[in-house]
């Protein structure tokens, strides 16, 4: 038995046709039905039954499948773990990012990974922090940033970052050397992101404590827009501590205090998919990332 022998194999049960299976596999058809033959003469069990239709798995031939299948994707990963020994990973990484509060440590990892496994194809699906954990939980990316108090549980995780979030006002809206009066910043306009966001989340808790929603609310989707408006003296809302201290120290804003809710930004896979060498080395950087800030 050998790994192409598996492979025509599954490329036959798949197609359905040794006809299909020879073009695919660039061999000629009496090359598939060889391979076929030799396997099950091996194996002793007849693996597909012949029809005037094309090739259909017996019922021993399926009972076999997965484990071929799976024996094939281990010979991928030892090429592609043998190719990384030698640094030169190739393949492909979906990752997921939130918008804005992973900008900076995404930045230095793709400028890590463009520089390390020049090879290496990374392919990047954006959204809010619920869309990356669903984008994970449905298999659709390998890896990504969200920011959550709690990570998700079924995820394998990393605490890559964790900061405050500050409400912020226009310059002289307010007199911020006294206690917040709610029920007079309830009256004013507010600049607000999305429910399932950080800032969101951190909204509807402030608001639920203080007994008031503002009367008028302008939707954001992104931080930078929102600092912009607060520093145009649009609204009042919520900036991350780093974006949010920078704005002060320029006066764009004044800062009225921090909300209670501390952020947590997590990089999360699926832990099957944890070995594979792609999404290993994109682990083993996020964490000398980590350890580097």
């Given amino acids: 038995m050998d790994i192409y022998q598996l492979k025509t194999f599954v490329t036959v049960a798949a197609e359905g046709s040794i006809t299909k299976a020879s073009e695919l596999l660039f061999l000629s058809q009496p090359a598939v039905s060889a391979h076929i033959k030799a396997l099950e003469d091996e194996l002793g069990l007849q693996l597909f039954n012949r029809t005037a239709k094309g090739m259909s798995l017996s019922a021993q031939g399926l009972a076999l499948l997965s484990k071929a ?39 230095q990892l793709l400028n890590q990974l463009s520089t390390l496994y020049p090879e290496l194809d990374i392919r990047m699906h954006y959204g809010s922090s619920v869309e990356i954990q669903q984008a994970l939980a449905q298999g659709k990316i390998d890896a990504g940033f969200y920011t959550s108090a709690k990570p998700d549980p079924a995820l394998h995780h990393i605490e890559v970052d964790s900061y405050g979030i500050y409400i912020a006002a226009p310059a002289a809206w307010v007199n911020k050397d006294t206690q917040p009066d709610w029920q007079q910043l309830a009256q ?63 006066g764009e804003v004044q800062l009225l205090g921090q909300t209670d809710q501390q952020v947590k930004l997590w990089f999360s896979c699926q832990p099957d998919r944890m070995l594979q060498p792609q999404l290993k080395a994109v682990i083993e950087l996020v964490q000398q990332l980590v350890i580097n800030t």
């Fill in 69 to 107: 299948e799976q024996l094939l994707q281990l010979q991928k990963e030892l090429l592609l773990d043998a190719k990384r020994l030698k640094g030169e990973l190739h393949g492909c990484v979906r990752l997921g990012s939130n918008r804005g509060s992973s900008a900076k440590l995404l930045g």
């Fill in 188 to 250: 004013l306009p507010w600049v607000l992101p999305e429910p399932d966001t950080c800032c969101g989340r951190a909204a509807a808790g402030l608001f639920a404590r203080h007994a008031f929603y503002p009367e008028k609310v302008i939707k954001v989707d992104q931080e930078q827009m929102t600092r912009a408006l607060i520093a145009g003296a649009v609204g009042i809302g919520l900036l991350h501590a780093d974006s949010a201290l920078d704005a002060e120290l320029k």
